[in-house]
């Protein structure tokens, strides 16, 4: 899979999972909604807190990204018949959007992805996950 | 969700995900098919290398579990209802399988859980996920 196509099944999953590294060195995963736009750099995939998880607490990735913002993102295909298995790993580094703009420009591509949110727009903090490479995998090669 | 069913949910799912720290602190995911059996000391994940990625060379994975080997497994259901997501995430502590009556086992559970590998049974190393501690998170509570 070439690096065109890899970004295209990033940018096109409904879910990824986000796997972080906890301040103890112990690694954490969790599946994550998220939409990418192309940013100055390069593509941006951005996610912000909704009312899913519980609310009050700040999330162990969060924790996790202010101590190493260094992350993977992993969306991947399984079907029984392993020979369309797929996957595709973007390394990302991980800030917070404090700027207004950006944060309104953010939570635009979340909507306009998930229909679920025109409903209950995130309100909580928004994060940017700058892709820093991305790596497919196909079994058909 | 409790911890019998996040237990469950484990089980019978067909992929995982397999976070783990790579050696520069760099967090690492990939999607893993393994099987889970009862061990004397709680359950325990079995993986095997086999001829799906590239042979002849190190999985970065197991590059990681060598210099460190806690990691988590990830399985999730996401559905566009959005208030049927589910998640479960269990700690796991990885060691390769080198004795040859547990090899045998874990390619039997392995083979049992997956048609697939009684074609091409797994010719690569086994690793051995002791898993530490279940947490399951439903959208319905």
Redesign the interface.
């Known amino acids: 899979m070439d690096d065109v196509e890899a970004l295209e099944r990033l940018i096109s999953a409904?879910?990824a999972?986000l796997?972080?590294?906890r301040p103890d060195?112990?690694?954490?995963?969790?599946?994550l909604v998220f939409a990418v736009m192309n940013g100055s750099y390069g593509p941006v995939a951005y996610w912000a807190v909704d009312g899913?998880?519980k609310a009050g607490t700040t999330l162990q990735r969060i924790t996790n990204l202010e101590a190493?913002p260094?992350?993977?993102l992993?969306v991947?295909g399984?079907e029984?018949d392993?020979s369309r298995?797929w996957?595709v790993?973007a390394?990302v580094t991980a800030r917070e959007v404090l700027d207004a703009a950006e944060r309104a420009q953010a939570l635009e591509v979340l909507v306009e992805k998930y229909p679920?949110y025109r409903t209950e727009r995130p309100q909580g903090r928004v994060f940017r996950l700058g892709v820093t490479s991305v790596r497919g995998?196909s079994?058909a090669g």
């Open positions: 409904r879910v999972r796997a972080t590294v060195g112990r690694p954490h995963v969790v599946p899913k998880p190493n260094t992350a993977e992993l991947d399984y029984e392993w298995l996957w790993r390394s679920q995998w079994a």
